[in-house]
């Protein structure tokens, strides 16, 4: 069952914000392992879904807030975000696109959607939602902030500028 409602601010978040109220922390809250380095890409992805992985771990390492327990739901999102793309691609290789035609010699009997028309459809949805999560569309970023870092920029950091 979903959680109905605005998502939950962070304790942390809260008390930044000046509106922390002790009745309300969560007295056992789950620490997060912050990543130092970024890791690499789960074999099993395809190519586009490890090019997505590297992308978004990326951008998340850069943000301060890739963490470990987050990789297996990153992953979700990258084999997603590449059954989508093959799905689309499929559909720009068939002779009718997204439409495939039943004739009855040469009277059309019917016309439907390809299958990959809800295959890419199912992906993007679950693109979108997990996405979300991460703060990778505008809506949701606008949604999330991060702790500013006052660490001194990582190792890894420096050598992903210039490349």
């Known amino acids: 069952m979903e959680r109905r409602g605005r998502p939950r601010k962070p304790d942390a978040v809260k008390e930044k914000q000046g509106t922390l109220r002790p ?3 969560n007295a056992n809250p789950i620490p997060a392992t912050v990543l130092d380095m970024i890791p690499l890409a789960p074999d099993w992805l395809d190519e586009v879904g490890q090019d997505e992985w ?3 771990t990326r951008v998340l390492h850069k943000m301060g807030i890739l ?5 297996t739901l990153l ?3 990258c084999n997603e975000w590449s059954i989508y ?3 689309d691609k499929e559909m720009r290789a068939g002779p009718n696109g997204r439409i495939y035609v039943v004739k009855d010699g040469r009277k ?3 016309a439907a959607s390809m299958p990959w028309v809800k295959i890419a459809k ?3 949805e679950q693109v979108q939602k997990i996405g979300a999560e991460f703060g990778f569309s505008p809506a949701s ?3 999330i902030s991060i702790p500013k870092q006052e660490q001194e920029e990582s190792k890894i950091s420096k050598l992903l500028k210039g490349i």
């Open 54 to 56: 590297i992308e978004k």
């Open 122 to 124: 199912d992906a993007l």
């Open 141 to 143: 970023r606008s949604k």
């Open 23 to 25: 009745s309300r922390v």
């Open 67 to 71: 963490e470990r327990a987050d990789l």
């Open 75 to 77: 992953a979700a999102y």
């Open 108 to 110: 059309i009997k019917y």
């Open 85 to 87: 793309i093959m799905a």
